[in-house]
């Protein structure tokens, strides 16, 4: 069962307590993916069809300039610009043919959006990191509920954790619900709402606390958990990773 494959992941995800494990489970299958990606193992065929072919997103694409790998990067868009560009040969002078017949009057002047225009919208929409980031986010998931079913040790793990961000809080009840029985899903909720509410208060302190010590009559006091408050804040409400930042 594919369930059974992550299962050590996804346990040590859970172990580590961070504010949402499944940020902490996508934060390191991102960092595999374009560190293998800009690797020097990445020379599969396939793998290389495929990102030539999809590309990447504005973040991703922003993500790996970051990590510094210029010469890893380059061979990727090397030969991901060759397939770009053979694709233009072939659709540009279709989007012009179809412009003079227009102008020709031989057909109704064409509302829908040319081959180049599809073609250019679907390279902007695809990912080849989202795309297998999802695939692996969803057996993760998978993992989560088989785990939660079969190892008392694990739901006891997930009921004394730190609770989720909120979209995947979300989606473990949008999940929950598809995988569970009702019974089960109402005994999961009843479970995992105080986690999740008494979480998202304590990290609602914390920004509370490390506001407080901006004020000259708190400045003695420790800083308790406060330092780091505002990453886990913008983590807990919208699941993003900003960073290690400058801690106060
Ligand atoms: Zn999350
Ligand atoms: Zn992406």
Redesign the pocket.
Known sequence: MKEELYTIPVNEAFDKQDECAFCALHQKLEKDILDYVMGPSYMEEDVRGETDRLG?????YRQMFQAGNRLGLALMLSTHMKKLRADMQKLLPEELDAADSGRRGLFKKQEAAGPFVQYAQEVEDS?????R?AGRMNSYVDTFFYLWKKEPEFRQKVLSGKGFCLKHFKRVMEEGKKRLSSAEYRDFLKQLIPVQTENFQRVEEDVDWFIQKFDYRFQKEPWKNSKDAVERAILKIAGVNVGEGEKK
Do not use: I, P, Q
């Open positions: 990447f997103c504005e973040e991703h990912c080849y990191a989202c795309r980031m």
